[in-house]
């Protein structure tokens, strides 16, 4: 799996947009970008994935640059609970040969 | 709703001891991971099973094995248990095939501290 890169950690105001970079340069074709989060204390929790397309849920909205290096997870209107370590990170295509590396992840921190 | 069951919060052992740490999905999937998780490390991958019976060492293995007797439940053995163990592990699964079945779904994690 491609290596990811992301800040070690940003702050944003509630109510504000929360744009968290990752730097994935080496991706290859097959390989889809997924984003989670994990608060203190709790498991990561997926939030959002793609594979070369603009996505959107729920949760959030993942932007990825055409060259596919590069994608930039969007929290619309941030609140306090949305204060975690996320991770970006990238997985290939077929299972049986898949295995997640999760780096450091970006500590956001939300403040009022 | 999707879970995924990890069977101590807390677990306090000595050193030597063989621990079990157990994991159950109820999400029929086939995949199933034990990560663990230190502070400036992140997550790091112990072991992975693709089907029962099934392993592959993951990037931490030493140390460590794991067992896969039936497709819900996976099973991580310290056999001789070490201070530099002390850790919280994570168990996680996905469904497998790719795309969005690749989604993780994690437990909550057991600490464990080895004395």
């Known amino acids: 799996d491609a290596k990811t890169t992301q800040p070690p950690s940003m702050d944003c105001a509630e109510g504000r947009a929360a744009n968290l970079p990752c730097n994935h340069s080496t991706i290859s074709g097959n390989e889809y970008v997924y984003w989670y989060r994990q608060i203190h204390s709790q498991g990561p929790q997926y939030i959002i994935h793609?594979?070369?397309n603009n996505e959107t849920n729920e949760m959030a909205s993942l932007i990825i640059t055409e060259d596919r290096k590069s994608s930039t997870l969007i929290l619309p209107h941030a609140t306090l609970r949305d204060t975690a370590v996320y991770y970006c990170?990238?997985?290939?295509?077929?299972?049986?040969?898949?295995?997640?590396?999760f780096g450091d992840g970006t500590t956001l921190t939300v403040k009022p | 709703d999707v879970k995924v069951t990890q069977s101590s919060r807390y677990l306090v052992k000595r050193t030597g001891e063989k621990v079990f740490l157990e994991c159950v999905q109820d999400m029929d999937h086939e995949n199933m991971f034990w990560y663990r998780q230190d502070p400036g490390l992140g997550l790091r991958l112990i072991y992975f099973?693709?089907?029962?019976?099934?392993?592959e060492k993951g990037d931490i293995p030493e140390g460590y094995s794991v067992s896969r007797e039936k497709k819900e439940r996976f099973s991580l053995i310290l056999e001789s248990a070490s201070t530099n163990q002390t850790s919280m592990y994570l168990c996680a699964s996905s469904a497998g095939g790719g795309g969005t079945n690749e989604k993780l779904f994690f437990g909550s994690g057991t600490q464990l501290s080895v004395l």
């Open positions: 990170i990238v997985r290939v295509y077929n299972t049986n040969a898949g295995k997640s590396t």
């Open positions: 099973s693709y089907d029962v019976k099934m392993k």
């Open positions: 793609g594979l070369k």
